[in-house]
């Protein structure tokens, strides 16, 4: 799909692109840090009406709802398509070495070669956690590797 990037002096940035159905769909980027969806007219492409005003956290909470099904749908192709590969979920329980700790501690992928993709945390998902991603309880860990190596960053979270 393309998306058209739009330079908008003194407002920010419109991104946009044509849905299936043939809706120009529009994304402003504000620069004061919002954000609004618009549609744009269908007999005057220059003239938007917006359907959506979102602050800076509503535009992050939107985007982590809409992307956590895609990156879950993407993580379970890939597990199709390599033989061997896998994809496995983890809870960090309460009182387990790592409730509290950093993500980079468990040395996970050193130890087992398997990815720990993303961390579930009620409502949020954290796409790519970096090290410092302190864990907490009730987090899932969407690990990706092989069966033993989900099998062992298991073992390590849960001690």
Same mark, same amino acid.
């Given at each position: 799909m393309d998306v058209n990037e739009v330079l908008l002096?003194?407002?920010?940035?419109?991104?946009?692109?044509?849905?299936q159905d043939g809706d120009r769909i529009g994304v402003v980027a504000l620069r004061s840090g919002g954000f609004e969806l618009v549609v744009y007219a269908a007999d005057n492409l220059d003239q938007a009406?917006?359907?959506l005003r979102l602050t800076g956290e509503e535009a992050d909470t939107?985007?982590?709802?809409?992307?956590?099904?895609?990156?879950?749908e993407r993580f379970? /192709?890939?597990?199709?398509? +390599?033989?061997?590969?896998?994809? %496995?979920?983890v809870e960090v329980l309460p009182g387990t070495p790592f409730d509290g700790r950093p993500l980079g501690d468990t040395r996970a992928r050193t130890r087992t070669g398997s990815s720990i993709v993303a961390i579930v945390r009620?409502?949020?998902v954290i796409a790519s956690p970096g090290p410092g991603e302190v864990l907490r309880a009730g987090d899932v860990l969407v690990v990706i590797g092989t069966? /033993?190596?989900?099998a062992? +960053?298991?073992?390590?979270?849960? %001690?």
């Open positions: 002096p003194g407002v920010g940035l419109r991104y946009e692109f044509t849905s009406r917006p359907v939107l985007a982590e709802i809409l992307g956590a099904p895609r990156i879950a379970a /192709d890939l597990t199709r398509e +390599v033989p061997g590969l896998s994809a %496995g979920q009620g409502e949020e069966h /033993d190596g989900i062992g +960053v298991e073992e390590i979270v849960r %001690g």
